[in-house]
T-cell receptor, first 114, second 113 residues
């Protein structure tokens, strides 16, 4: 049981390049989330999904797109990377049951945009 | 405008003493309040939570207090241990929005031996 895994762990991009971050969970969780963490800002929600085939915007969605084609995977895409997207990205998942509120996080992806 | 604030970016405590981490929030409609712990190069891990209908929840050395009238949350760690050194984030949950969590900026706790 690997929990939540993220690929890749590190990446350096040039401005304007595109990339996709992959999140996978093996806990059969309904809900999945993408956050970014910047110094002093805590974690901010980019997009989330409450089930396979669904996505919704979070607090800071601009410049990102997501897809949830399979229940266990949640992809985060950057179509044209900008230096402001330099950050550490965390994926999380949750059972989504009303009485269960904990989110389980992956180890993070450190992205640098030059 | 930040809905969740942790006003102390860092805290240093001697081993064996009490650590108190504070968090303030603005919206009285939040349903759950959580604390996460984060070590460098790792993802956050859940520590303890409290429902909006309670004012205290205890789990071993960790106790969370909720003061709804003051919109204030605190985490007490007693006794503090060097392994507790990490960044602590408070978070609030909105059950009406996909169980979205809103995080504070974090407090770095350093427990000195």
């Amino acid at each position: 049981n690997a929990g939540v895994t993220q690929t890749p762990k590190f990446r350096v991009l040039k401005t304007g390049q595109s990339m996709t971050l992959l999140c996978a969970q093996d806990m059969n969780h309904e809900y999945m989330y993408w956050y970014r963490q910047d110094p002093g800002m805590g974690l901010r929600l980019i997009h989330y999904s409450v089930g396979e085939g669904t996505t919704a915007k979070g607090e800071v969605p601009d410049g990102y797109n997501v897809s949830r084609l399979k229940k266990q995977n949640f992809l985060l895409g950057l179509e044209s990377a900008a230096p402001s997207q330099t950050s550490v990205y965390f994926c999380a998942s949750s059972p989504g049951a009303p009485s269960y509120n904990e989110q389980f996080f992956g180890p993070g992806t450190r992205l640098t945009v030059l | 405008d930040q809905q969740v604030k942790q006003n102390s970016p860092s805290l240093s405590v001697q081993e064996g003493r009490i650590s108190i981490l504070n968090c303030d929030y603005t919206n009285s409609m939040f349903d759950y309040f959580l604390w996460y712990k984060k070590y460098p190069a790792e993802g956050p891990t859940f520590l303890i939570s409290i429902s909006s209908i309670k004012d205290k929840n205890e789990d071993g050395r960790f106790t969370v207090f909720l003061n709804k009238s003051a919109k204030h949350l605190s985490l007490h760690i007693v006794p503090s241990q060097p392994g507790d050194s990490a960044v602590y984030f408070c978070a609030v949950l909105n059950n009406n929005a996909g169980n979205m969590l809103t995080f504070g900026g974090g407090t770095r706790l350093m427990v000195k031996p």
